[in-house]
């Protein structure tokens, strides 16, 4: 689709926003993921007109046929990413043109139409723009924005779907861990696998987080806040938690993050935290680390930190890891220094309040 050719979003009154005095009430503890804005967006798509009827309007139900595509053959991506206030006061994605790309990357693996990364990122603004006063007053806070896109077209039949719908909706977002607990415990995935090569580990759609619930119940039965899995071949390499990747730093400064080769998924935080480290003069290797060696290095302190990342949690600590073999401890327990500095020089760079040589930062006007 060209340029010239996409849909203009349309702007739909909302009859009913939230009184303020509600609104305010809201999102002066929001939590993650509960606490939804006004307004979404909505696109159609439909083969041999492409994208069409763009609105953005007043957030609500949708209304679907019981043989709607997406609710029997799971043809659906999302993405995820947050609006941050800036020091100035103003408002800023982080990095939307790699939530696009990789939006896009997960539509063609689950055989669906590209959305333009033009439409994808001035609709996230615009919505972003009509919902401004959502943004809740707490420390580390931020909008969520969920994009995504569900197979629409009415029919039983197992084959790509011919229409679709793609929609964003946002959430005032507080901290994603509720004990906000200095750092947390995983749990090492025995019995359950998250992805294997040639499947849809790379790919964010509903799917890989629907198979990772029952390990993730377990881990939360045996007091843990977070699963991690291991590879689907040999059952031995580290792969990623549910829904973040995972970094080692070791006592010489250096540090391991796993590969993805199409079964982790690439995270954003993670590509930029990669970058960080490596403007700071660390090695960082993306090469496979097995369990018994995580370990084994936990018990010699040769590992001193592990951390986790994501866009919902940021940067996260880990201290201990538990499974059936056991338990061990990462360095003290707690928080690790490179991870906490880590974590305040990718914030700072999100909340504007450090320089953006990278051109990360894309201002909301």
């Known amino acids: 689709m060209s340029q010239s050719a996409l849909p203009k979003l349309e702007r739909l009154p909302h009859p009913s926003p939230v009184a303020d005095d509600v609104r305010a009430g809201l999102i002066a503890d929001p939590g993650f993921g509960r606490v939804f804005t006004d307004h979404m967006v909505t696109i159609k798509y439909s083969e041999g007109q492409g994208w069409h009827s763009a609105t953005l ?136 696998t998250r992805a294997a090569p040639g499947g849809t580990g790379a790919a964010k759609c509903g799917g890989n987080y629907a198979a990772s619930l029952i390990a993730q119940q377990e881990a939360t039965a045996n007091g843990c806040d977070q699963v991690v899995f291991l590879d689907a071949a040999e059952h031995r390499w580290v792969e990623e938690l549910g829904g973040m990747n995972m970094f080692f730093v070791f006592d010489d400064g250096s540090i391991i993050t796993p590969p993805t080769g199409g079964t982790i998924l690439e995270g954003i935080t993670r590509a930029s935290l990669i970058e960080l480290a490596r403007e700071e003069g660390l090695t960082v290797r993306e090469e496979n680390y097995a369990i018994d060696q995580w370990r084994a290095d936990a018990e010699s302190g040769k590992l001193v930190e592990s951390f986790a990342c994501g866009t919902a949690a940021v940067v996260t600590p880990v201290g201990s890891v538990h499974g059936v073999q056991g338990s061990f401890t990462i360095g003290s327990g707690g928080p690790g220094q490179l991870t906490q500095k880590l974590r305040a020089k990718l914030v700072d760079i999100q909340r504007g309040t450090a320089p953006d040589p990278h051109g990360w930062v894309d201002r909301i006007n």
């Open 57 to 192: 309007g007043p957030r609500g139900p949708l209304t679907l046929d019981p043989a709607t595509a997406v609710l029997h053959y799971a043809q659906e991506i999302f993405e995820g990413l947050k609006a941050y206030r800036l020091a100035d006061g103003s408002m800023a994605l982080f990095r939307p043109d790699a939530n696009a790309r990789r939006f896009n990357q997960s539509a063609r693996r689950l055989a669906m139409p590209e959305l333009p990364e033009s439409l994808f990122i001035d609709s996230i603004k615009a919505l972003i723009e009509a919902d401004k006063g959502w943004f809740p007053p707490v420390e580390g806070g931020s909008i969520y924005i969920r994009p995504f896109m569900i197979a629409s077209e009415v029919f039983l039949g197992v084959k790509p779907s011919s229409e679709y719908l793609f929609m964003i909706i946002c959430s005032a977002a507080g901290n994603y861990f509720k004990s906000g607990a200095p750092a947390i415990k995983i749990w090492i995935s025995e019995s359950y």
